[in-house]
């Protein structure tokens, strides 16, 4: 065995280690719930601008990009959450959890969000439940100066900026060690029906756009299957590393520093051997649709857009039902699909442009894949399944947020969408 491959499996061994062995007495799921802010007239709005009423608030304290000089603010850590600020300084991300069920989160996401609204509200901003900013287009003026942000600039090139204008609804959910695998697997797969149910970025730099899930259109420029679903099934947790190691690593840190690396991680192995704190920071700039966190041993649950304010649990619900279901998910793709991964891939290019509409893979798939989710709920005895009830109206009528959205830019213009999507206390 090469010195590489003895590094990969030692990296493999340190990673898996990061997960519990076993899971708590339920599975429980945390939220990154991210929302553009805009002006009354659709213009991007700036987070920073939240933090003084915020912190008029109490409770919250900051957190500094550079914590020796205190020159920038990038997030608030209250009592139901973290307040901060994403790639794009016009997008404000809530992180909420780990919580036990849905009605805690559903709870914990109401009360965050409303100090989030109101204070936007005394700045003359708005809280869009939309997935993309609507009018500003993405650029390097919509970029949150954080230090490491102009390093990933220089070396991701162009492709970059679309994280400047994007919003996720991004969904937490316990694993074990021994459930990495098939977790990343089996959500990978998933994506393309998730997507399909929940695509809301359909305006962007000002007018309805080409794509239903703009955000993930978009994103897609990233190339080399570095955001978006897995090009293949991984059967181990070193294969998964293995496959991660591949991509560029943009920027190396070391402590409170960067610099411009932009060369395989592989590369960077072979000279320091598994160092498992550069393997964490690489992976973190990795975007697949589903990813082990090893941080609080969960899989997160990537692309989706935000969702609109009456209906904020949808995607928690979805991708908590699909882990306690993921046997029977399994099953039922093998059994369904002759070539899961390659009619899967196909299929979610499809929703990405056209969310219901697009033509399924076998009829009433995501139907099949959404009843699967209502029993993993209700399998956990909390009513759960509930939250799950405006996606079955979306199904029925073949209608995302995102053909909701584009129809009302067409006729009414920028204005009333901002009215429409906007959070109201």
């Not at 002006?39 to 920073?48: E, K, L, N, T």
């Not at 699909?322 to 499809?350: G, H, I, K, N, S």
Request: net charge positive; proline share 6%.
């Amino acid at each position: 065995m090469g010195a590489l491959q003895h590094t990969y499996t030692a990296l493999a061994e340190q990673y898996a280690a990061r997960f519990r062995r076993t899971l708590r007495p339920i599975r429980m799921i945390g939220r990154e719930a991210e929302f553009p802010i805009v002006y009354p007239d659709g213009r991007a709005g700036d987070v920073s601008q939240l933090w003084k009423p915020l912190l008029a608030r109490g409770g919250y304290v900051p957190r500094y990009d550079d914590p020796d000089t205190h020159r920038l603010i990038v997030a608030l850590k209250g009592p139901d959450g973290t307040v901060e600020v994403e790639v794009g300084r016009a997008t404000v991300e809530l992180v909420l959890g780990p919580y036990e069920d849905l009605w805690q989160l559903a709870e914990g996401s109401t009360r965050l969000l409303r100090d989030v609204g109101d204070a936007a509200h005394q700045v003359g901003m708005r809280v869009l439940g939309l997935g993309i900013q609507p009018r500003s287009r993405s650029s390097p003026a919509l970029m949150t100066p954080k230090r490491r942000y102009a390093y990933f600039a220089k070396a991701v090139g162009r492709a970059w900026w679309h994280f400047t204008a994007t919003a996720a609804d991004q969904v937490h959910v316990d694993i074990t060690r021994s459930e990495i695998v098939d977790a990343v697997n089996t959500l990978n797969l998933l994506s393309a029906p998730l997507i399909a149910l929940t695509a809301n970025s359909s305006v962007y730099a000002g007018r309805p756009g080409r794509y239903l899930s703009g955000r993930e259109g978009l994103l897609g420029t990233l190339g080399e299957n570095r955001a978006g679903m897995t090009p293949r099934p991984f059967q181990s947790v070193e294969e998964f590393v293995r496959y991660i190691c591949h991509f560029r690593c943009y920027v190396l840190r070391r402590n409170s520093s960067f610099r411009l690396y932009n060369r395989p991680f592989e590369t960077y192995l072979r000279d320091r051997g598994p160092d498992l704190g550069a393997y964490l920071w690489h992976e973190h700039y990795t975007w697949n649709s589903a990813r082990p966190r090893p941080h609080n041993s969960t899989v997160e649950i990537r692309p989706a857009c935000q969702q609109p304010h009456a209906e904020p649990l949808v995607v928690a619900a979805l991708a908590l039902g699909w882990v306690e279901a993921r046997a029977e998910v399994q099953a039922f793709l093998e059994d369904a699909l002759p070539d899961p991964w390659r009619t899967l891939r196909r299929y979610r290019r499809a929703a990405i442009m056209h969310g219901l509409r697009a033509q399924e893979p076998v009829t009433r798939f995501v139907e099949s894949v959404l009843r699967l989710a209502e029993s993993g709920l209700r399998r956990r005895g909390r009513g759960e399944e509930s939250f799950l009830g405006p996606l079955w109206e979306r199904l029925e009528g073949l209608m995302t947020p995102g053909d909701r959205t584009r129809e009302m830019m067409r006729l009414e213009g920028v204005a009333a969408l901002i009215d429409g999507t906007s959070y109201h206390l």
